[in-house]
T-cell receptor, first 116, second 115 residues
Framework: AQKVTQAQTEISVVEKEDVTLDCVYE???????LFWYKQPPSGELVFLIR????DEQNEISGRYSWNFQKSTSSFNFTITASQVVDSAVYFC?????????????WGAGTKLIIKP | NAGVMQNPRHLVRRRGQEARLRCSPM?????VYWYRQLPEEGLKFMVY????????ESGMPKERFSAEFPKEGPSILRIQQVVRGDSAAYFC?????????????FGPGTRLTVT
């Protein structure tokens, strides 16, 4: 079975602190895709990153970075020098093409609160 | 190139009424997914459609819910005889398919409130 676990329900930090959002996934497939989405208070879904299972290189995009580790089935997301505008719910998600018709399997989300 | 369109953005229905949610995929996309987000929860897959075909409806409630994606026009998610528990945000995503089905582009969502 495929599953995504985001154990942190809510995280609250003060602006400028670094924060890491955890994501652990389960799948027996060797080919899969991992995603992070941001859902700000306005409610839309903002795509942040997609990673395929064959690419374990870490990714950095400005203040955002992602650490993909197959050995621990984790795909963690770090925001450096957080800002109030980063306040949102963040979702990690998984696609396993072989078994699930490409449907996204979602974690429960982590609500991130950045205090000024 | 317009993104995925959903309308209405907000829909209020009384218990027992019907709700129709529309999703216009991106130009050239022939695959549509519907997901539901209950309040304070993550998203759950509902149904996957290609033009004129339902490919996977394993996430759809067995009763009152139906979906279609006709040859012409938007995809429609229809909820008959709505109940309070149907109140949620409904997102659709479109995909080009053809080996790129993992690329899903989301619409802004329709927020359904059942009173």
């Amino acid at each position: 079975a495929q599953k995504v676990t985001q154990a942190q329900t809510e995280i609250s930090v003060v602006e400028k602190e670094d924060v890491t959002l955890d994501c652990v996934y389960e799948t027996r497939d060797t080919t899969y895709y991992l995603f992070w989405y941001k859902q700000p208070p306005s409610g839309e879904l903002v795509f942040l990153i997609r990673r395929n299972s064959f690419d374990e290189q870490n990714e950095i995009s400005g203040r955002y970075s992602w650490n993909f580790q197959k050995s621990t089935s984790s795909f963690n997301f770090t925001i450096t020098a957080s800002q109030v505008v980063d306040s949102a719910v963040y979702f990690c998600a998984l696609i396993t093409p072989k078994n699930s018709n490409y449907q996204l399997i979602w974690g429960a989300g982590t609500k991130l609160i950045i205090k000024p | 190139n317009a993104g995925v369109m959903q309308n209405p953005r907000h829909l209020v229905r009384r218990r027992g009424q019907e709700a129709r949610l529309r999703c216009s995929p991106m130009k050239g996309h022939s695959h549509v997914y519907w997901y539901r987000q209950l309040p304070e929860e993550g998203l759950k897959f509902m149904v996957y459609l290609q033009k004129e075909n339902i490919i996977d409806e394993s996430g759809m409630p067995k009763e009152r819910f139906s979906a279609e994606f006709p040859k012409e026009g938007p995809s429609i998610l229809r909820i008959q005889q709505v109940v309070r528990g149907d109140s949620a945000a409904y997102f659709c995503a479109s995909s080009p398919g053809r080996g790129n089905t993992y690329e899903q582009y989301f619409g802004p969502g329709t927020r359904l409130t059942v009173t």
